[in-house]
């Protein structure tokens, strides 16, 4: 293969060029250190140089102050759907989910392993098309926290803004969308995502976790399950991925390079906006699965009149160079992902497809 195709995967998903260019410089040898940054203890000054930079990257873009802690963990957002309720439902052992997809749902089958789990809203029956409004949401006042999904990765929905909660801690899942637009992180408890969407590759995950929540981690727990045991030890109680540590500190990096999230954020508008004005303009040809208010930045979600013509676009975009625009196994369908590394000129080539495919099939 000579150039570097389209590739509209989910996840794990698109890294920027220049992060990959200056990665693939370092991994045979890291200057003035003489070693590849994959052969390089995690106890090392090298090592410790990256990981302030991959700290303080994400200080700095999310504003986060030093009443959050920032853990790399293991185990992908899949071990937080455990570790959330272990550490933090304890002492009420009852917490509230917001279900919005099928995350969401895994999330909930862990918590209920631990205590009381009250669905203050579901979309499910409507095939997960939207965001709960904030007044259907059926909170409990008195419950651990409040848990939702920032982006649903399958379903190409995204909350536009946060539930109001009010005092109950809230913990996000933002695999699909942490840093693709500045968030408030003090309307948080804790944030957590695995890299692998938008912000590095698979084998590490990012837990920002508000102080006070990790005195609510009991010492029977056990070791690696404690946040406690990863706050104390810096993330260093074991081996950490030292190599996912390192793309999240390029990738701030770019971020910070490129104008920071206000500017990312604009850039995403733009590239989402193409696809959907693309969608909205086909008279129905191509027809969004979710809600116009509930649509996603990261993830766009279509359907064609049928599942054959649905196999023959995925057919024909991947001859043309496009690459994982099949829809999740469960759904179908077309979903173009395009996160932050995702190039413009990416998505305006598949509008063109789009519209070529239209006019010769229709
Ligand atoms: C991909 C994804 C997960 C699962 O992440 P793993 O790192 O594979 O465990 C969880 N939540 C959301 C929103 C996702 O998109």
Redesign the pocket.
């Known amino acids: 293969m000579e150039k570097r195709i389209y590739n509209f995967s989910?996840?794990p998903a698109i890294l920027p060029e220049e992060v990959l260019k200056e990665a693939q410089k370092d991994l045979f040898m890291l200057p003035g250190v003489g070693m590849s940054v994959l052969e390089i203890s995690h106890r090392s000054k090298t090592f410790d140089k990256i990981f302030a930079d991959a700290v303080g990257g994400l200080r700095s873009l999310l504003s986060i102050d030093d009443n959050y802690d920032i853990l790399f963990l293991q185990?992908?957002?899949?071990?937080q759907?455990s570790m959330v309720p272990l550490n933090i439902m304890p002492p009420k052992n009852k917490a509230d989910y917001i279900v919005t997809?099928a995350?969401s749902k895994?999330a909930v089958k862990e918590a209920k392993r631990v205590g009381t789990v009250n669905i203050a809203a579901s979309t499910e029956e409507e095939k997960f098309n939207r965001i709960p409004k904030q007044e259907e949401l059926k909170l409990d006042p008195d419950a651990s926290y409040v848990h939702f999904?920032?982006?649903?990765?399958?379903y190409g929905t995204e909350w536009q803004t946060e539930p109001n909660v009010g005092n109950v801690p809230l913990i996000c899942?933002?695999?699909?969308d942490i840093l693709h637009k500045k968030i408030d992180i003090n309307k948080y408890a804790m944030v957590y995502a695995?890299a692998?969407?938008n912000m590095g590759p698979?084998g590490v995950?990012v837990v920002i976790l508000r102080k006070d929540m990790v005195e609510r981690s009991q010492d029977s727990l056990h070791t690696m399950l404690n946040y406690k045991t990863h706050t104390e030890k810096g993330s260093l109680y074991n081996t950490p991925s030292v190599f996912g540590v390192y793309i999240i500190s390029l990738i701030t990096k770019w971020l910070n390079e490129l104008g920071g999230l206000d500017a990312m954020y604009n850039l995403n508008k733009e590239k989402a906006g193409l696809l959907y004005n693309c969608i909205d303009s086909s008279n129905g040809y191509y027809k969004g699965h979710a809600e116009k208010d509930s649509r996603s930045l990261m993830n766009i979600t279509f359907n064609l009149a049928n599942e054959e013509l649905e196999k023959k676009f995925v057919v024909e975009s991947t001859a043309a160079g496009f690459s994982g625009l099949k829809g999740h196994r469960s759904v179908g369908g077309i979903r173009a992902s395009v996160y932050n590394a995702f190039p413009k000129k990416g998505v305006e080539a598949l509008v063109n497809f789009m519209q070529d495919f239209q006019k010769k099939n229709s």
């Open positions: 989910a996840g185990g992908g957002a899949s071990l759907f997809g995350w895994k999904t920032s982006n649903n990765t399958i899942d933002a695999s699909s695995g692998q969407k698979s995950t």
